[in-house]
């Protein structure tokens, strides 16, 4: 069983595009895969057009011992099961308050003889339910646009992945970057790329997915851009990063690094500065995203 989050402090990032279309994927290629949504706005669950999910047919099932993995409130989508979110997650989160409450979805999960790939969808904060699903997973994808603020919470969100492993899953291996809503043609999306490449090194992967008008257009109920659009490039582009993915997953538990291994970021790397200040240069730390930006040495013409 492969468990895997999507997550990234930062909202927008292109968390919840990743999650449906990694499971798609997946599933399109033969593998048994369960979605869950945990974020309480549940937008991947109204983008696969289900809406009025009653609390007990939800992933709050999650959370509930008397309710066994078999009989989950799933639902059939194109390629995955899915296992909706509904606010009334919001309304739980107050009485998941002890530290044991992290463990709820790796417990529940143990029971799985169904499924080979469980992907998690979480919210752009650190909740008790992302941090189940950063206690469930093996893998964590961090869904990142080449822009400040993305950048910013892939960064928090890394850090969060490396507490999760030193306290909570020593199982969970360093997380993966996904660029997401690429547009070469920015210089700024250039720079970013150009600056996480430096820092991350081999955590970042090899796809991009650009940006794409058919994965920016609402969905119909229960569709992807696997069934709606076929070639293009946001369903070609989710294909070759799903392939990428599993190569990685299986470098990783064979302990194949895919290239040397890097030295961790700093971890007392100053705090990026605002755009102001960075954007001439005076103010930057050599390592905030913004000194990235200035660096006139950087690549040109990054394939995407
Ligand atoms: N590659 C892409 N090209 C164009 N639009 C995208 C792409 N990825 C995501 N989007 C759009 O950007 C918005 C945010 O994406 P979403 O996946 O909901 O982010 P998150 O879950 O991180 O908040 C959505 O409207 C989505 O349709
Ligand atoms: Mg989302």
Redesign the pocket.
């Given at each position: 069983m492969i468990v895997l989050s999507i997550c990234?402090h930062k909202?927008?990032?292109?968390?919840?595009?990743?999650t449906i279309h990694l499971g798609a994927a997946l599933g399109h290629s033969g593998h048994r895969v369960l979605v869950v949504d945990l974020d309480p706005q549940s937008?991947l669950t109204r983008m696969l057009g289900i809406t009025d999910v009653a609390s007990d047919e939800s992933s709050l099932a999650l959370f509930d011992h008397e309710i066994k993995f078999s009989a989950l409130p799933t639902r059939s989508m194109p390629g995955f099961d899915l296992l909706p979110s509904t606010g009334t997650l919001t309304k739980r989160m107050r009485s998941l308050n002890k530290p044991t409450d992290v463990l709820w979805t790796k417990e529940a999960i143990e029971q799985n003889d169904t499924y080979d790939v469980i992907l998690f969808d979480t919210a752009?904060a650190v909740t008790v339910y992302s941090l189940n699903a950063m206690v469930a997973s093996q893998h964590v994808v961090i869904?990142v646009t080449p822009e400040y603020q993305p950048v910013i919470g892939a960064e928090q969100t890394a850090q969060t992945v490396t507490m999760v492993r030193e306290r909570l899953n020593p199982e969970l291996h360093p997380p993966h970057f996904l660029f997401?809503?690429v547009d070469a043609r920015k210089t700024a999306h250039r720079k970013y790329r150009q600056y996480m490449r430096k820092r991350y090194q081999e955590r970042v992967m090899d796809t991009v997915?650009?940006?794409?008008a058919s994965?920016?257009r609402t969905y119909d109920a229960g569709e992807t851009v696997f069934e709606r659009d076929p070639y293009s490039r946001?369903a070609r582009d989710y294909a070759n990063a799903t392939d990428e993915l599993m190569q990685r997953i299986e470098d990783a538990a064979g302990d194949k690094p895919r290239r040397a291994t890097p030295a961790p970021p700093a971890a007392d790397a100053p705090p990026p500065q605002p755009l102001s200040s960075a954007t001439n240069g005076a103010h930057a730390s050599p390592d905030s995203p913004h000194a990235a930006l200035n660096d006139p040495s950087s690549e040109r013409s990054p394939s995407a």
């Open positions: 990234n909202g927008g990032t292109g968390k919840t595009t990743s937008f752009a869904p997401t809503q997915i650009r940006t794409s994965l920016a946001g």
